[in-house]
């Protein structure tokens, strides 16, 4: 893709339209969307020019808001209101929505009455919904009709649903009573009719359903598109498998990103430094605070370090074994609940399964330590201090580890904020003061 | 669904097997899956019994390794020829993936001569490559064919598709030569020929493929399938959207389990204490060895330790941040490199931009902490010493945190493994070094 934004970089600057329009014809929309990414202001106004409108519409689909902005400041109102005709009501919603209100006003007039007012109802829902995430181009039919009418009806507004591998079967109500696909329709005897051959058992959503569980159904049932409906069934749109493609990602990235102490999640670009440290600082000067815990454990300690200062040398290994421990645990169970593998109920037999392996760990880890103590400082009690101390300390890690995505869970928080760094900092507070607790136990044998 | 699992375990106890068969009827494939986890093995029998084939074809193609032999367990060779008859390739494929040898070829001995020499081409193929996760039951015409012929082939194959609504264009050599939608093919004229209306530029991937490459491919041009090719540009099968989503889950849970040092994955089930212990213990133990250098580096720094006993209280608040700084800025990296919205080449761009954001936040935090312990301690050199080591552990946490995942990338490594806990352990070195150093220097003002 680099080499394909530099040759067209190169068309561009050697004015060379012919074979620039040739290129930029071949292209899929999704490659000119990554080539628009890296495009002067300069560059995008010539290459605007040359993508036709139906393009055009499929690239706004895919870019974010950056290139969004630069692109549509090169659109006459003339192709835009084309463009926006060509757009799935879904994508124009997402376009929309990172307008400010006055522009987004400004383009609902540029769109038809019956689909404005679709839109700005779209605009209503919680972004991250159902409803946020559904478009309205979806085939419907009256449960009626015969195949051979509709097969003949798909024919006609084929061009214009995103979906059209499912039918839904709707009564006079609009309320949803089946679905068959354009597989089974196709199968069928032209002279059936769609309700005899139309499965009633419907896997449907709420518009109110968070996006990641929307997600989660398409892809337990292998769906290409999943009907949106509202507390009276009646239908009111469908999400496509593409879009839950992107919420996949959008998901786990946002859980990566929770897990390393990110508050807010996004690729970062370059010249966004302040919003860089903004959305940073606010944990690390929290987590900086939590961390003072420890420094009081020290303190309360200050005359066994006094005596004794080879424990400090511990300390990091203590620390950062606890650490790693306790995040391995984490991973497990906050990816698991956040795919649904393990469920809230389940943590019992959780926590007893991770002691398990915690105890084993901690005793493999402990007599390590133990031993390389004792080797390198030839002191056989500073070597059982500090290995009796990774033992707890271990422990202790898995436990907490373990539990806490759970407990997060239980009050409805994102388990995947709980994460990492957070529990790091606890745990090195424990973890200091099993072992110079064992320490003062021991001061006179050390 | 616990639900649905209880009321099923209650009617299975019960022997009510007139309600049993229609709650099993009405369940989809994929309930039944989940339902099967979870049952015994005196349970898992009687459903069986009352599933039909062609649901335990689906079922089987959802469950994994364990489910998996408990329902192979109950099913006799006649129905499992039936059952392998119904299943598509590439999940018979993953099912006698799991088996050995031995079982793997008596169940070869079950299948039609044809499809078991497909079946034993495919088990060929790396798993995780394209070749290992394609399909052969995509549906190719030749591109004389007509509209109408071409709709009337459909009607007749497309029980045995798994995906019929992208039609390949193939000449007499298998040579992939276009592709049409059904909804392209259901709105043409009838008369027309396949080559006139199909698309000769076909978005392919080649058989060796990684299957993260293959997922992103699909999910850039929101295509339903990507057919498979090899070298010669021959069509030897397709790769479905549902089996893109499950392998954009796992490479989600792969990276967040590398990045928490996991060395393998696997949601963990109970009974498996051994094998979580082999998974994690490895990675512990390179860590805690690793973690040593900080040891080594207070053993230097001893004398300065015995003299100023309050350093100590703040070593885990400076390594603490810095690792928390290092794993901000590798999240962003590692997640944006995987799902392709970094590229390797920007390292430079990237390193410049993180070292603003790196540079702002230390001197924020470093200002918190030096009036921290100038405070608390009330000396104010104390608060110096601690607040630089503050700012230049976090500037080489930011650098170390931004370049590490490139650089491993750049060889061709996953980044996701370099990730958290190394990472941190190396930054303790470095964090505790600058520490010290800045202390000795000042060790007269202590």
Redesign the interface.
Known sequence: M?EMTAEIKKLIAREDEALLQQKVD?L?P?DLAEVLVDTTEEETEVLVDLIEEEKLAHILAEVDYEVEKKLLKFLSNNRLTYILDEMYSDDVVDLLGALNIGQTKEFLTLMKQEEAEQIQHLLGYDEESAGGRMTTEYIAMKQDKTVAES?QK??DI??EAEM??YIYVVDEKQELTGVLS??EL??ASPEKKVKDIMHE?V?TVNLSLDQEEVAQI?????L?AVPVVNRQGLLLGIIT??D???V??EE??E???K????VEVD??H????IN??IR??P???I??FA??L??NV??FF?DV??TV??L??????L???G???A??S???V???LA?G???S?EIL??L???L??GV??AL??GL??GL?AFIWQGNYMLGTVVGLAMIGNIITATVIGTAMPFIINYFGADPAVAA??FI??LI?VFG?FIYFSLAKLFINYL
């Open positions: 680099e071949e899929y999704a097969i798909l024919r084929a061009p059209i591998y354009m597989r196709i199968a058992q896997i398409i892809s337990k049932y292998d290409l498998f593409d839950i493609l992107d996949i990602e786990a990235t859980d990566m990103h897990m390393a102490g990110n690729v970062e370059e010249g966004e430094v860089g440290v940073r600082l944990w690390l000067i987590l900086l961390s003072l420890s420094a020290l303190e200050e370090l006094n200062v080879i400090t040398f511990f300390m990091p290994t620390a950062g074994t650490g790693n421990a995040t391995q984490l991973a497990v906050v990816r698991g795919i593998d393990i469920k109920k037999g959780y007893w399964n991770e398990k392996v084993l760990i493999s880890c390590i330590i390389v990492g760094p790091t900092t090195d200091y």
